[in-house]
């Protein structure tokens, strides 16, 4: 049923297509990205190229409520449309949420909307919401509703997939680094937070240390933590050697593995807790003060990353030549095993939750707490931090 809706849409707009392209005619262009933060941030680059060539430019940007703070703080953006498909919900209700939406993009009087999801619905939202150019990824022949259909790179960075929908335009591209500007009033709820919890009595490096993630609106994959008892060893070394203070950061689920890892910690009196405790736009003010990031494939990873920061990221179901930061200021901790990069596809699935097919986990347990603490000493004494 779905492959003959998506055909009867494909030849409609075949013998209804779209008008002509020509990129400095655009007045008015929306961006579908729903979720989720390391995504969201992943097109800031197209943000950025977009601007730069087509100053006069109006973006808006549909988004879910889990991401939105994210796109509410970018300048660029002078529209946001929340749409939150995610929530288990009726049909009755999706429709209605859907309807509202096509409303929105309705008035938006959209020339042009870069859809950057494979999946078909958000394509056929503009095509209802009369958006006369869609361009995005025609996976698996879902493009059906697009009128510039672009091919997915399965082995290509998120980041540089995105920029492939930058095509039909022509325009130059500038750069791929991801970006995130906190604004003031994020900096000074940042700065009150580490005074209040005395961070200015200590002398050596802040470093901001992720020890749960994996959790996102419809999905739970968990397999991409790295084992507490790593950080548990990783964070005794880097306060003997440092004297560093170790910010816990994450939300307010994330916090009981924060629980987990300081129980009985001699250093506990050096972790400062903010897990649930800050917005994304105070937690990535509060990253942008450390000295270095250390964790998994998560959403505060990539904050990390585009607020300018080091970061040292161990890998292993999720594949890093696809998501990783890079750069000379990343280092990324990978075992390349037979069965890694799982995913999804070849992975156990029990109600949207995502487990190690072989129950072994070996992927991130390989990874040692020697090899990530000697990441941390290269990148720590590239800004001139040694150990005491």
Same mark, same amino acid.
């Given at each position: 049923?779905?492959?003959?809706?998506?055909?009867?849409?494909?030849?409609?707009?075949?013998?209804?297509?779209?008008?002509?392209?020509?990129?400095?005619?655009?007045?008015?262009?929306?961006?579908?990205?729903?979720?989720?933060?390391?995504?969201?941030?992943?097109?800031?680059?197209?943000?950025?190229?977009?601007?730069?060539?087509?100053?006069?430019?109006?973006?808006?940007?549909?988004?879910?409520?889990?991401?939105?703070?994210?796109?509410?703080?970018?300048?660029?953006?002078?529209?946001?449309?929340?749409?939150?498909?995610?929530?288990?919900?009726?049909?009755?209700?999706?429709?209605?949420?859907?309807?509202?939406?096509?409303?929105?993009?309705?008035?938006?009087?959209?020339?042009?909307?870069?859809?950057?999801?494979?999946?078909?619905?958000?394509?056929?939202?503009?095509?209802?919401?009369?958006?006369?150019?869609?361009?995005?990824?025609?996976?698996?022949?879902?493009?059906?509703?697009?009128?510039?259909?672009?091919?997915?790179?399965?082995?290509?960075?998120?980041?540089?997939?995105?920029?492939?929908?930058?095509?039909?335009?022509?325009?130059?591209?500038?750069?791929?680094?991801?970006?995130?500007?906190?604004?003031?009033?994020?900096?000074?709820?940042?700065?009150?937070?580490?005074?209040?919890?005395?961070?200015?009595?200590?002398?050596?490096?802040?470093?901001?240390?992720?020890?749960?993630? @994996?959790?996102?609106?419809?999905?739970?994959?968990? /397999?991409?933590?790295?084992? *507490?008892?790593?950080? &548990? #060893? =990783?964070?005794? %070394?880097?306060?003997?050697?440092?004297?560093?203070?170790?910010?816990?950061?994450?939300?307010?689920?994330?916090?009981?593995?924060?629980?987990?890892?300081?129980?009985?910690?001699?250093?506990?009196?050096?972790?400062?807790?903010?897990?649930?405790?800050?917005?994304?736009?105070?937690?990535?003010?509060?990253?942008?003060?450390?000295?270095?990031?250390?964790?998994?494939?998560?959403?505060?990873?990539?904050?990390?990353?585009?607020?300018?920061?080091?970061?040292?990221?161990?890998?292993?179901?999720?594949?890093?030549?696809?998501?990783?930061?890079?750069?000379?200021?990343?280092?990324?901790?990978?075992?390349?095993?037979?069965?890694?990069?799982?995913?999804?596809?070849?992975?156990?699935?029990?109600?949207?939750?995502?487990?190690?097919?072989? @129950?072994?986990?070996?992927?991130?347990?390989?990874? /040692?707490?020697?090899?990530? *603490?000697?990441?941390? &000493? #290269? =990148?720590?004494? %590239?800004?001139?931090?040694?150990?005491?």
């Amino acid at each position: 049923m779905k492959q003959l809706l998506l055909l009867a849409v494909r030849i409609c707009c075949n013998l209804w297509p779209g008008k002509k392209l020509k990129a400095t005619s655009l007045r008015r262009i929306l961006i579908i990205k729903l979720c989720c933060i390391g995504d969201i941030l992943f097109t800031t680059p197209v943000l950025r190229a977009l601007k730069a060539n087509l100053p006069e430019l109006r973006l808006g940007y549909m988004v879910t409520a889990w991401c939105r703070e994210l796109v509410d703080a970018d300048e660029r953006v002078e529209e946001v449309i929340e749409f939150n498909a995610y929530e288990r919900i009726g049909w009755v209700e999706k429709a209605r949420r859907a309807w509202r939406v096509i409303r929105q993009i309705r008035r938006g009087r959209y020339d042009a909307v870069l859809v950057l999801h494979r999946s078909p619905l958000a394509g056929l939202l503009a095509l209802a919401g009369g958006v006369p150019i869609r361009i995005g990824f025609d996976w698996q022949g879902e493009g059906a509703a697009l009128t510039h259909r672009i091919p997915f790179r399965v082995d290509a960075h998120e980041i540089d997939r995105n920029l492939d929908c930058l095509g039909p335009l022509k325009i130059a591209l500038q750069g791929i680094q991801p970006e995130l500007i906190p604004p003031a009033v994020a900096q000074t709820e940042a700065e009150a937070f580490l005074k209040q919890r005395g961070h200015a009595d200590y002398s050596g490096p802040l470093i901001a240390v992720f020890p749960a993630g @994996g959790v996102n609106p419809g999905t739970t994959m968990t /397999t991409k933590r790295w084992p *507490l008892n790593g950080y &548990r #060893e =990783l964070c005794t %070394q880097l306060v003997a050697r440092y004297g560093a203070s170790i910010l816990l950061v994450g939300n307010r689920e994330d916090a009981a593995a924060g629980d987990q890892l300081v129980t009985d910690a001699a250093w506990r009196q050096a972790v400062i807790r903010s897990e649930g405790k800050t917005s994304l736009l105070t937690l990535a003010a509060l990253l942008q003060k450390c000295a270095l990031f250390i964790g998994g494939d998560s959403g505060p990873l990539h904050i990390a990353d585009a607020v300018g920061i080091p970061t040292v990221s161990m890998f292993g179901p999720t594949d890093p030549k696809l998501l990783a930061p890079r750069g000379e200021r990343h280092r990324v901790l990978y075992k390349s095993m037979d069965c890694s990069p799982c995913y999804n596809p070849v992975s156990v699935r029990q109600s949207d939750v995502t487990v190690c097919r072989l @129950g072994t986990l070996a992927c991130m347990k390989e990874i /040692t707490a020697a090899e990530v *603490l000697a990441a941390a &000493r #290269e =990148l720590l004494e %590239q800004k001139g931090i040694h150990e005491s």
